[in-house]
């Protein structure tokens, strides 16, 4: 136990695992990468994930008329997967030429703190918001406040209830967890032999969590993967290592372990350490540089990706259409891809990854 206490120690003092090992593969992203336009997804009527779709190309703005004041909100920047969204955003808004200033709560377990940022945002007369949300539900007041204000809210990544948000650039985590359960259940097809998983959805109360939820568990339903454990908890590194320890001492005899990039990312260094990378496979629902680099070295089987570089830029680009009255999508996202190892060689990393040398920028002027 000394030398697997010392291996796991070591990974968790790391700063930020996912970046460090994003840094062995990703590529600068060229200009012209950077001005190309996304094939979307855009919903029809808008802000009901089950509405219709239809596929466009989405093209942005070349400059914005002025230097707009946009304050963005995170959950946290513990992880490259919000660092890849604070790229997006970023970029897109030294390319438009407006201001931008970041806020981030530190975790899921802050939606105090959250409301807190995101009104500050407002009385320091931010034009536009940009809301990473800890809770489905529980940021409403506040953006109801910013609407009753004229600022415009922007819904990314994880999605809210409100009915006053402005826009969202978001996919379905519904679809993306969807995903993930459907590449298991064609693997394990009813008639082939049983298998066991443990399921790390994520955060509980968080939009994004429970329609990853629904999503997997509807994909699996009729297979013959069978659901054991499903362990809620925040993508902090300590706390998702955690989870998995528990759930390997109750089920010793899983197959798979699905969940977070977090989650994987720590089953990883566990599983190495238990030496059982041979009788566990490991998948997760979302992509990052740590995920990425794990497919290509056959350490997690496959992951789909939400481009979360694209939800950033277009954020951006749609806050400042509704400030200068232009026409706007109001509810867009990125075609979901799901990335394993066969496809890996042919996935654009400049969708979702941010290049080997950024590192998050809370303020542009």
């Known amino acids: 136990m000394s030398t697997l206490k010392t291996t796991l120690t070591k990974w968790l003092k790391q700063p930020n695992v996912s970046v460090l090992a994003g840094a062995l593969i990703l590529t600068s992203i060229s200009q012209a990468q950077a001005d190309e336009s996304f094939h979307v997804e855009v919903w029809e009527p808008a802000f009901d994930m089950s509405s219709p779709r239809h596929q466009q190309d989405y093209v942005r703005l070349d400059k914005a008329q002025k230097q707009w004041d946009i304050c963005v909100s995170f959950p946290h920047m513990k992880d490259a997967y919000w660092t890849a969204v604070n790229y997006g955003i970023v970029s897109e808004a030294k390319r438009l030429g407006v201001q931008m200033q970041l806020v981030e709560a530190g975790g899921y377990t802050n939606l105090s703190k959250q409301i807190s940022q995101i009104e ?16 489905y539900d529980g940021l409403n007041n506040v953006i109801k406040e910013a609407k009753q204000k004229g600022i415009p809210v922007i819904d990314i990544i994880n999605g809210v209830s409100s009915s006053d948000i402005a826009a969202k650039s978001l996919v379905s985590f519904g679809e993306m967890g969807f995903k993930a359960g459907e590449y298991l259940a064609d693997l394990h097809p009813i008639g082939s032999e049983k298998v066991k998983v443990a399921w790390f959805p994520g955060p509980p109360g968080a939009g994004w969590v429970e329609a990853g939820n629904k ?6 339903k ?72 794990a497919i290509q070295y056959g350490q997690v089987m496959a992951a789909p990706t939400d481009s979360t570089v694209i939800q ?9 259409r509704i400030l200068e009255n232009k026409p706007y999508e109001k509810h867009v996202g990125p075609i979901l891809t799901v990335v394993d190892t066969f496809n890996i060689q042919d996935f654009n990393q400049s969708a979702a990854l941010a290049p080997t040398n950024f ?5 542009v002027n």
């Open 120 to 135: 500050d945002c407002i009385s320091s007369g931010a034009d536009a918001l940009v809301v990473g949300a800890i809770s």
């Open 215 to 220: 999503g997997f568990q509807a994909a699996i």
């Open 222 to 293: 009729n297979s013959n993967v069978t659901l054991v454990e499903t362990k809620y908890g925040d993508t902090g590194k300590e706390t998702q290592l955690k989870l998995v320890e528990d759930t390997l001492e109750a089920h010793p005899d899983i197959n798979y372990i699905v969940g977070t990039a977090v989650t994987a990312e720590a089953a990883v260094v566990l599983l190495r350490s238990r030496e059982l990378t041979d009788q566990i496979k490991l998948m997760s629902y979302y992509y990052t540089p740590a995920i990425h680099r």
């Open 312 to 320: 950033g830029r277009i954020a951006i680009d749609q806050a400042v």
């Open 359 to 363: 590192k998050p920028v809370f303020q």
